[in-house]
Nanobody, 127 residues
Framework: VEVVESGGEVVPVGGSLRLTCIAS????????MAWFRQAPGKEREGVAI???????SVADALKGRFTISKDNAKKTLYLQMNSLKPEDTAMYYC??????????????????????WGQGTQVTVSS
């Protein structure tokens, strides 16, 4: 399994950005995907998750600004980020794993649980 994120860059406050994550080698369709982020000096946090039944969830603090979507055929996950703020500056990571394992990791903040991570893509919101 390989997970690769892209799309991170420097954007001005109030700008928009779309991140892309491609997962290859997933053994079946029972693998969910999610976005996490980690700012310097802070703990990793869950951003959004796309479940295998098509449902999605975005962290409460980011609802209204961030949207997650998934192209199942392409095994590609997207994160649309609007009205970006300086506090959104972080390394954004994509993870993939069996649906129950990833859901547990996301909800329980057990970030050691997902087995497949990308290398991360840096988002910097410049004021």
């Amino acid at each position: 399994v390989e997970v690769v994120e892209s799309g991170g860059e420097v954007v001005p406050v109030g700008g928009s950005l779309r991140l892309t994550c491609i997962a290859s080698g997933l053994p079946n369709d029972e693998y969910a995907m999610a976005w996490f982020r980690q700012a310097p000096g802070k703990e990793r946090e869950g951003v959004a998750i796309a479940h295998t039944d098509g449902s999605t969830s975005v962290a409460d603090a980011l609802k209204g600004r961030f949207t997650i979507s998934k192209d199942n055929a392409k095994k590609t996950l997207y994160l649309q980020m609007n009205s970006l703020k300086p506090e959104d500056t972080a390394m954004y990571y994509c993870a993939a794993d069996e649906k129950l394992r990833l859901r547990d990791a996301y909800v329980s903040r057990r970030y050691d649980r997902p087995r497949y991570w990308g290398q991360g893509t840096q988002v910097t919101v410049s004021s």
